[in-house]
């Protein structure tokens, strides 16, 4: 089979084009045939940095895939051949991932697509979307009446938790960039916030009384960690996606503080299930009509993997560059 595949740590200009031996299915696992995966930064980090998986690093990249079994392996009970599926599979910890034309993965990380997506469509969807149900659901519990503040209402994992919030029936407050308002619109926020241009203590003081919100995600973080941590009220709960510096205001506000990383299963094989489980929901909050992936609308096929890297890091992509196999 073709695949993308890299040697070294670099700029994109390490990706190479190669012919591969095609894998063949062993116990608990399928192989699906790629029909299209996603750029997260993730990827573009391991491709790039070294982090603590670079020493294991596999040769193809790319964990989110959206394609059609073409095997399946000794114990699967859940899929047959030609199923449709997605999910977050490979791409870190010595397991490829889904630049080639065929992957192996461990079927229980896997779910059936959302009928009414196209498989570029769904291939936006695995690691968001367990990163939002991660956060939301399993560490905050989110539940109807919660005031809950989400940053960053158009970013990847931002767009997907402000829907899945207002689905689990939460009074939902996002922050947006100007430069992206009218898609931020298009999300299903409750209340919008420029964080250009509005203190936190004015919305904090316009949507929750001045109180503090009851629960926060934040898929920003860096520097605006301190915001979510001045908005959160006494006792709130406050989950990112990357780490922070200084967790002093989690202490003076008695904070329960929730850090997510949703490569947990990968790295370490521990519950592989929660991961095809939380994604099989979300293909059918999908097909309800009530999560809808925003893709950007660049068109790159696996084989320009590097020109989808690159547009990623320009800073200039609009909801999730998806590629085609």
Do not use: C
Request: negative net charge.
């Amino acid at each position: 089979m073709k695949a993308m595949i890299i040697n070294e740590i670099g700029t994109t200009e390490v990706f190479q084009l190669v012919e591969k031996a095609k894998p063949v299915a062993k116990k608990g696992h399928i192989v699906v045939e790629v029909k299209a995966t996603s750029v997260n930064p993730i990827d573009t980090m391991l491709r790039s940095v070294e982090l603590p998986w670079s020493a294991n690093l596999p040769e193809v990249l790319h964990g989110d895939v959206a394609g059609i079994v073409s095997e399946v392996g000794e114990g699967v009970t859940g899929f047959i051949i030609g199923d449709e599926v997605y999910g977050m599979a490979g791409g870190v910890n010595g397991v490829d991932g889904a630049l080639a034309e065929f992957m192996l993965v461990d079927a229980r990380l896997m779910a059936k697509k959302p009928k009414t997506l196209t498989m570029k469509q769904a291939a936006a969807l695995p690691l968001v979307s367990i990163t939002s149900y991660e956060a939301l659901v399993h560490k905050m519990n989110v539940k109807a009446g919660d005031n809950v503040l989400i940053h960053g209402a158009t970013g990847g994992v931002g767009h997907i938790a402000v829907q899945l919030a207002k689905v689990l029936g939460a009074n939902v407050t996002s922050t947006y960039s100007p430069a992206n308002e009218a898609l931020a619109k298009t999300v299903g926020a409750d209340n919008l916030v420029d964080y250009t241009t509005e203190k936190v203590a004015n919305y904090v003081a316009k949507y929750t009384d001045g109180v503090g919100f009851d629960k926060i995600f934040d898929t920003v973080s860096g520097k605006n960690i301190q915001k979510s941590f001045e908005a959160a009220k006494f006792n709130g709960h406050v989950s990112t996606i990357l780490p922070i510096e200084d967790p002093l205001q989690i202490a003076l506000k008695s904070l329960s503080f929730h850090s997510v990383l949703m490569l947990i299963p990968l790295v370490h094989g521990i519950n592989h299930e929660s991961h095809g489980q939380i994604l099989t929901e979300i293909a059918e909050l999908v097909d309800a009509g009530k999560i809808t992936p925003i893709i950007d609308e660049s068109d790159y096929s696996i084989w320009e993997v590097s020109k989808a890297h690159d547009h990623l890091e320009s800073g200039k992509a609009v909801g999730k560059i998806t590629l085609t196999a």
